[in-house]
């Protein structure tokens, strides 16, 4: 059990860590890549950026709830 989970928190954090780096900062980001930062530059987060912030915040309960299960059953 506790090898199953230390695997998967292995992949979430690597999950994790893409996720985060795909988001856009000042300058581009996700809209780069798909050609829509100059027409999208004014008009807020795209239908990909919000998408990718819904799976970030999935990802990152999972990788809090996987640590709590983790560190309550090493005790």
Do not use: P, R, Y
């Not at 506790?2 to 996700?30: E, N, R, T």
């Not at 798909?34 to 919000?50: L, M, N, R």
């Amino acid at each position: 059990m506790v090898l199953a989970l230390s695997i998967l928190q292995v992949v979430v954090c690597i999950a994790l860590i893409v996720l985060v780096l795909l988001h856009s900062g000042k300058g581009g980001g996700v809209s780069d890549i798909f050609g829509g930062a100059a027409t999208q530059a004014g008009a807020g987060s795209t239908v990909v950026e919000s998408n990718l912030n819904k799976i970030t915040l999935v990802v990152a309960l999972v990788f809090v709830f996987n640590t709590l299960i983790l560190g309550l059953l090493w005790t």
